[in-house]
């Protein structure tokens, strides 16, 4: 039997996300460096545009809670008309970006990604 690679491991654990929560249409573990670490992505979607975006984000959403006094930044959240964007840390070296449905019942989604992310960043090393 061969052995999966950590990649396959999280591309393993982003599909299952997906499969088990419905609204959940792609998914990534992005590096802050912006380099994809591992993608549940649809072809129409370029990878490095969004390890890139995801990266950014996390990095303002981490400076915004941290100048106006919110604390530690949990997740970003983008709606936009068309679905949401999500972002969570997975520990200090990576990002989990998830693309929702619009009609995305959204305490069902966060509560898969948070179980995703505390997998994931067993993973992340």
Do not use: C, N, W
């Not at 200090?92 to 305490?107: I, M």
Request: aromatic share 2%; hydrophobic share 45%; charged share 25%.
């Amino acid at each position: 039997m061969v052995q999966k690679t950590r990649v396959d491991q999280m591309v393993t654990r982003l599909r299952d996300m997906q499969a088990s929560t419905p609204d959940v249409e792609a998914s990534a573990v992005v590096s802050v460096d912006g380099l994809i670490i591992a993608s549940s992505l649809p072809a129409s979607v370029e990878e490095d545009r969004v390890s890139a975006m995801s990266a950014a984000m996390l990095s303002l959403g981490e400076r915004i809670a941290g100048e106006l006094g919110r604390g530690t930044l949990s997740q970003v959240y983008i709606h936009g008309d068309k679905g949401y964007v999500l972002l969570t840390a997975v520990g200090a070296e990576a990002v989990l970006t998830v693309l929702a449905r619009e009609s995305a019942k959204l305490g069902l989604v966060f509560l898969e990604i948070r179980r995703a992310a505390d997998d994931l960043s067993k993973m992340v090393g």
